[in-house]
């Protein structure tokens, strides 16, 4: 079980920080992602992060202002928002797969958060 929290209204150009904790003994063995779903578009891929931690992957869009990262012990993944713009307003979600790779494609994560909400005023 996944749940997303941390989401809120922001002003351009502010900062937030989602967090996903996850239950279970199995996290460190999946690949986690960040998806997100603006209004009434497609749920697109943001970021993922292998099971180690060691490498992670962006989407061109957010790439130099997001950074994710993971905490297997805590069962914890972060998501650092920085210089938010208008257009990064959605529901973003966390994700998880047992997957060896980051994959951008919804289909090959299992597991999914409930979604939060960030809101970006211009």
């Known amino acids: 079980q996944l749940q997303a929290c941390g989401g809120g209204l922001v002003q351009a150009g502010a900062s937030l920080t989602l967090s996903c904790a996850a239950s279970?003994?199995?996290?460190?063995?999946?690949?986690m992602a960040w998806f997100r779903q603006a209004p009434g578009k497609e749920r697109e891929f943001v970021a993922g992060?292998?099971?180690?931690?060691?490498?992670?992957y962006y989407a061109e869009s957010v790439k130099g202002r997001f950074t994710m990262s993971r905490d297997n012990v805590k069962n914890t993944v972060s998501l650092q928002m920085n210089s938010l713009k208008p257009e990064n307003t959605a529901v973003y979600y966390c994700?998880?797969?047992?997957?060896?790779?980051?994959?951008?494609?919804?289909?090959?994560?299992?597991?999914w958060g409930q979604g939060t909400l960030v809101t970006v005023s211009s």
């Open positions: 279970g003994r199995t996290f460190s063995s999946h690949t």
């Open positions: 994700a998880a797969g047992r997957i060896p790779l980051v994959e951008t494609t919804r289909s090959r994560y299992a597991y």
């Open positions: 992060i292998r099971s180690t931690g060691g490498y992670t």
